[in-house]
Nanobody, 123 residues
């Protein structure tokens, strides 16, 4: 199983990015997909999650209204749209997969992880 996250970069505050995570080696449509992030010196935190069909999502309070999770099961890819970025959004962003239709916000419950992509927001 491989999850490859990409699309990070350097952006000014107020800007946008779209992260992608391409999955292989698993039946993608059977996995709930989550996004987490980890800033320097901090623990990895939950960002957002999307269910099997893509019809339901949930985001943390810190990003709600700014970040959106979506997925394309035909392309085995999950996305994280980041809008109205703030310097405090600077972190490495990780995608993760958990088998089944569960809304898991705790990182230890996930089965597979991507390698992360760096997002840096300048003020």
């Amino acid at each position: 199983v491989q999850l490859q996250a990409f699309g990070g970069g350097l952006v000014q505050a107020g800007g946008s990015l779209r992260l992608s995570c391409a999955a292989s080696g698993l039946t993608f449509s059977r996995y709930t997909m989550g996004w987490f992030r980890q800033a320097p010196g901090k623990e990895r935190e939950f960002v957002g999650i999307i269910n099997l069909s893509g019809g339901s999502t949930y985001a943390s309070d810190s990003v709600k209204g700014r970040f959106t999770v979506s997925r394309d099961n035909a392309k085995n890819t999950v996305y994280l749209q980041l809008n109205s970025l703030k310097p405090e959004d600077t972190a490495i962003y990780y995608c993760a997969a958990v088998y089944g239709n569960y809304y898991r916000t705790t990182m230890y419950t996930y089965d597979y992880w991507g390698q992360g992509t760096q997002v840096t927001v300048s003020s």
